[in-house]
Nanobody
Framework: VQLQASGGGLVQAGESLRLSCAGS????????IGWFRRAPGKEREFVAA????????YYADSVKDRFTISREYGKNTAYLLMNSLKPEDTAVYYC???????????????WGQGTQVTVSS
């Protein structure tokens, strides 16, 4: 499966963005989708994940209650709605696909190219 992340941009603190992860192939619906981010000078970190069915969802503590992950099967697309953005959310965001819902990046098989999110104070 191929993934294409989009929707990043420059926003002010407190504003919102919605990232999209478009998947190709008929098997997209059978994969769990995760979002990760890498800030400058920092390690890649888990943000959110959703199971293939949408029945299981996980968030990092740092984004819980602000970010919402979802998926739309008819469009082969997953989303990450980011509300109340903070400067510390600034990072390159990546979507990834795995056979199981995981929070560990190394367990994901397919990765998108990343989209930059910059939050100014």
């Amino acid at each position: 499966v191929q993934l294409q992340a989009s929707g990043g941009g420059l926003v002010q603190a407190g504003e919102s963005l919605r990232l999209s992860c478009a998947g190709s192939g008929r098997t997209f619906a059978s994969y769990a989708i995760g979002w990760f981010r890498r800030a400058p000078g920092k390690e890649r970190e888990f943000v959110a994940a959703i199971s293939w069915s949408g029945g299981s969802i996980y968030y990092a503590d740092s984004v819980k209650d602000r970010f919402t992950i979802s998926r739309e099967y008819g469009k082969n697309t997953a989303y990450l709605l980011m509300n109340s953005l903070k400067p510390e959310d600034t990072a390159v965001y990546y979507c990834a696909a795995a056979s199981q819902t995981e929070v560990v990046a190394e367990l994901y098989d397919y990765w998108g190219q990343g989209t930059q999110v910059t939050v100014s104070s």
